[in-house]
């Protein structure tokens, strides 16, 4: 996801920010001036051509008289959108264990090694193993 595309939620700010300067009685042109933005600036912001900064939204929420959370309330996020990936408790726990039983004493006796060209060597042996991709093996049975 690129960093500058406006998002379903930077969408909903500039819906909310509009709605506040509304109901507050102000017009693009009077937020404008308060925040030494232009009205065009002010109007891209309303119809999310560009994303608001944190501080832009911190200033609207002092000027507009509303807490900074009442721009997120009833946003609902698009979990596909945003690409979140939440493990399940099950899948936690057992990473949690594969590490404590295998990562982890791994990295211990890593950190006592003193020689660092040891170390190189390890580093790459391990790398090394890690891209071959396993052999078949037959099993003869006589």
Do not use: C, W
Request: glycine fraction near 2%.
């Amino acid at each position: 996801m690129l960093l500058d595309k406006v998002t379903p939620v930077d969408e909903y700010i500039a819906q909310k920010l509009k709605q506040f300067r509304i109901a507050a009685g102000m017009t693009q042109d009077q937020l404008g001036e308060l925040t030494g933005l232009s009205f065009q600036q002010i109007q891209k912001y309303e119809k999310a051509k560009n994303r608001v900064s944190a501080s832009k939204l911190f200033e609207f929420s002092q000027l507009l008289n509303k807490p900074i959370s009442d721009f997120f309330l009833g946003i609902k996020a698009d979990r596909d959108y945003y690409n979140y990936n939440f493990k399940s408790s099950k899948r936690q726990v057992k990473e949690t264990k594969m590490f404590d039983k295998e990562l982890l004493p791994l990295v211990k006796a890593f950190s006592r090694i003193e020689n660092a060209q040891s170390k190189k060597y390890l580093i790459a042996l391990a790398t090394s193993i890690s891209k071959q991709k396993p052999k078949k093996v037959k099993h003869s049975y006589s």
